[in-house]
T-cell receptor, first 114, second 114 residues
Framework: SQKIEQNSEALNIQEGKTATLTCNYT??????LQWYRQDPGRGPVFLLL?????KEKRKERLKVTFDTTLKQSLFHITASQPADSATYLC?????????????FGPGTRLSVLP | NAGVTQTPKFRVLKTGQSMTLLCAQD?????MYWYRQDPGMGLRLIHY???????AKGEVPDGYNVSRLKKQNFLLGLESAAPSQTSVYFC?????????????FGPGTRLLVL
């Protein structure tokens, strides 16, 4: 069966360190992968998209990698700040009869400690 | 630009009652989605629409119905609510349903079914 896993339910790191979040998938062959941020009581907000032929994508302090052989994406936040504390979701594209939908992972709750 | 709005923000229902959740977007998006989010399970797609007058089933459609009579509105109905439908419901929209499209999410509706 198809499955998306995100490394751990919660991750605590010290301010200034690099946070690394993992998204692993099985029985999917996504061509695209997205990362979203979700704050408590709010809807997810898009952060980055990476294509299968892109090994790495960067946006300011964010970096995403996509390894289709390992079936894994890594999401890095460098020089982390308490304001980065949130839940981060990965989403894979899935083709169905009507087009493309995204399937979301369960999320990792990141806490950056001052 | 309000983006994606959802009504109501919170609702308590008794088992067997019915209700309709309203989603509205002012971005002229073609695609609209309804998700539910439960602890540890991530976002799961209930129904979606690829344009005015169309609807399609997602991963967990049972117990829900939808309608897209106007392009800017997407309604989610619960005909006979069950405790298993206690969840947070998110509406989202995107310009088209392609893999490169960002989904814009509403703030969510918290539903408690007693």
């Amino acid at each position: 069966s198809q499955k998306i896993e995100q490394n751990s339910e919660a991750l605590n790191i010290q301010e200034g360190k690099t946070a690394t979040l993992t998204c692993n998938y099985t029985n999917y062959s996504p061509a695209y992968l997205q990362w979203y941020r979700q704050d408590p009581g709010r809807g997810p907000v898009f952060l980055l998209l990476i294509r299968e032929n892109e090994k790495e994508k960067r946006k300011e302090r964010l970096k995403v990698t996509f390894d289709t052989t390992l079936k894994q994406s890594l999401f890095h936040i460098t020089a982390s700040q308490p304001a980065d504390s949130a839940t981060y979701l990965c989403a894979l594209d899935e083709l169905d009869n009507y087009g493309q939908n995204f399937v979301f992972g369960p999320g990792t709750r990141l806490s950056v400690l001052p | 630009n309000a983006g994606v709005t959802q009504t109501p923000k919170f609702r308590v229902l008794k088992t067997g009652q019915s209700m309709t959740l309203l989603c509205a977007q002012d971005m002229n998006h073609e695609y609209m989605y309804w998700y539910r989010q439960d602890p540890g399970m991530g976002l799961r797609l209930i129904h979606y629409s690829v344009g005015e007058g169309t609807t399609a089933k997602g991963e967990v459609p049972d117990g829900y119905n939808v309608s897209r009579l106007k392009k800017q509105n997407f309604l989610l109905g619960l005909e006979s609510a069950a405790p298993s439908q206690t969840s947070v419901y998110f509406c989202a929209s995107s310009y088209y349903g392609t893999h490169q499209e960002t989904q814009y999410f509403g703030p969510g509706t918290r539903l408690l079914v007693l």
